[in-house]
């Protein structure tokens, strides 16, 4: 793995936003923050984020449901594994992990189940977008996209825009996958005919049933649900941000009413950063990006910082933990997965 260079430009990304984060620190401030904040709220917080990641099976289950019916308390310990996956290896390959590892639980075809994850990871980036807008209501939303724009020369529009685009352009081909699969299927056909013949094959089957997997989305009742399902899986981890800012006093900086609104904020602008491949579990870009838009909000940098620390080795090291124990009892090592995904 570490011969490939997409470990080592994933290494580089996660260096270079980790340089970015670290430079706004005053480290012996930081360290004073860390050593001073009362850690009492983490534990909830932490059962928050599992009781998100339970949503997200009940989400997964609905998008199987056309493939196969599958229990939300087996699809449960397959989501943890797959974040755990995450964390530890880079590029996202624990998305990869997560449907390999369903297959060897439950013989649910490896790319039908792909096209469920990447229907997941679209409706996450729209409800994350659609939660920065609603955090408008609480903080001023616009006068901090001006601050973050400024940097690049957009405007608040633009920069909304070129943020939400690509989610929406693919969740619109999604969409228009699962009314029209044949047409697709067609078009990839007459698209594979340019690859070596050996390779054409295997790529049109793969494609069909990554297809056959967005049959989910074939009705507007059908994508609202999905939408619908995906708020719960959001505000329950705002619920966590929300939690650990009490640790570390980040209500004597803002009101109530603005520390909510911040908190939603943060959820998203973390999260949609943390789809920039790293070298594992968003490190350097969940940092650097929260950081950012803690500092533009008028809160001290070392406090961010070490709020920022806190709040990520809390969404990481828990699940990366109860996924490491749900492969042991299963006899299965995450490289042994991970390596399962680069041979097929």
Known sequence: MTKDYKFWLALLITAAFLVFFFAQLDFSDTLGNLMSANYIHIIPAIMLYFGALYFRSYRWRFLLSPI???????????????????????????????????????????????????????????TLLFLAGISSLFIPLVDLLEGLGGGIGLNWFALTSLMSTPFLLVAIFMILGSYYPRQLKDLIVVITKFLPRIVSPKV????????????????????????IFSIPVWLMECGMYYLVAFSFGLNNFVSPTELIGISILLTSVSNL???????????????????????????????AGAYIIVLH??????????????????????????KETSNN
């Open 273 to 303: 950063a943390t789809s920039i491949p790293t070298a594992g579990g968003g490190i350097g870009t969940f940092e650097a990006s929260a950081v950012a838009t803690l500092i533009l909000l008028g809160i001290d940098s070392n406090v």
């Open 68 to 126: 196969k019916n599958v229990r939300v308390i087996h699809l449960y310990p397959v989501v943890i594994v797959g974040y755990m996956a995450n964390n530890i290896l880079p590029m996202r390959l624990g998305e990869l992990v997560r449907v390999f590892y369903l297959d060897r639980k439950q013989s649910i075809n490896k790319a039908a189940s792909l096209g469920t994850v990447a229907i997941e990871r679209v409706f996450d980036g729209l």
């Open 313 to 338: 080795a809390a969404l990481l090291v828990p699940v990366t933990f109860l996924g490491l124990i749900y492969i042991w009892f299963d006899k299965v090592s995450i490289f042994g997965l991970a």
């Open 204 to 227: 049109n089957n793969l494609a069909g049933m990554f297809i056959d997997g967005l049959r989910v989305l074939r009705g507007p009742r059908k994508v609202l649900i999905v939408f």
